[in-house]
């Protein structure tokens, strides 16, 4: 009896330290049950495209992006590609990883985030240390401003020469998309219906520049705002038109005031969910 009773004194001390515990971040699946980081790995692994969707200044999320570049590439042949370096920046980014240019004017030649060197150069030296194809995927800033001045339409006037940073006109578009509409919504109308138009450019180039720099067998792992990808929206309608037979696998990641259960509005947004807390320090 006295055996028992320590015994369920010890269990309820071990929950209540571990309840007390501070967590960093807690994985789950679409439908909010946690999953363990290496079940996770494991499904993305047999995947052709992972989307891994961040929130531009979290810790948390560079910290995982690189991690699990890490580990993929100890599974796949990876090719990786990002929202944050622009198609016309391409050759020097190519130049860099194969050492033909230093940092230094990687950065001159480049419109680099202001964050890159704590976020996303990680990404860009591993792509350099192990000879990987590193892919410029986002639409220059100057067109998606043009669509959001002018829509569409002011692609046209481009000479041809620029018209090769985007993909081939018309661009399709569906203004009755959710993520389209909720964002019309959020800004109140500031911007006007242009606003999708401009997000829907970032989209489309986004897409085109995987569906040109995909390779059957490999694995190509894009990183961008989870904006882009979230409900299997954004880059993946525009991929889907392209290439409907590969397999996309996406991850978002969620700030929330507590980690151990995903929230209404975060369920099914990705096929896995990190939540973070709140107050996890931010990296600009």
Request: glycine share 4%; hydrophobic share 40%.
């Amino acid at each position: 009896m006295k055996k028992g009773i320590l015994l369920i004194l010890s269990i309820i001390i071990t929950n209540s330290m571990l309840a007390q515990q501070k967590k960093a971040y807690q994985l789950f699946d679409n439908k909010g049950h946690k999953i363990s980081y290496q079940k996770m790995l494991k499904q993305l692994a047999k995947a052709d495209i992972v989307f891994f969707g961040e929130e531009h200044n979290n810790s948390i999320a560079h910290w995982l992006e690189i991690e699990l570049t890490k580990d993929l590439a100890q599974k796949r042949q990876l090719i990786l590609g990002a929202e944050m370096f622009e198609t016309d920046n391409q050759q020097a980014l190519t130049d860099y990883i194969s050492g033909k240019i230093v940092e230094d004017t990687l950065k001159v030649k480049a419109r680099l985030w202001k964050n890159y060197k704590t976020d996303y150069s990680p990404l860009v030296e591993f792509a350099k240390q192990n000879k990987l194809k590193f892919i410029a995927t986002n639409v220059p800033r100057s067109y998606a401003s043009l669509v959001y001045h002018k829509g569409f339409e002011g692609l046209d006037s481009l000479p041809e020469t620029e018209k090769q940073w985007f993909p081939k006109l018309p661009i399709k578009y569906d203004a009755n998309l959710p993520g389209y509409v909720k964002m019309l919504s959020m800004m109140e109308g500031h911007g006007g219906e242009n606003l999708p138009k401009s997000q829907a450019l970032k989209d489309a180039t986004m897409a085109n520049s995987i569906a040109k720099n995909y390779e059957s067998g490999k694995l190509f792992f894009h990183f961008n705002g989870s904006y882009h990808s979230n409900n299997f929206e954004g880059i993946l309608w525009y991929l889907k038109l392209q290439l409907p037979q590969l397999k996309m696998l996406t991850i978002c990641l969620a700030e929330q005031k507590s980690v151990d259960k995903v929230e209404a509005d975060n369920l099914n947004k990705a096929n896995f969910i990190i939540l973070v807390p709140d107050t996890m320090t931010k990296t600009n």
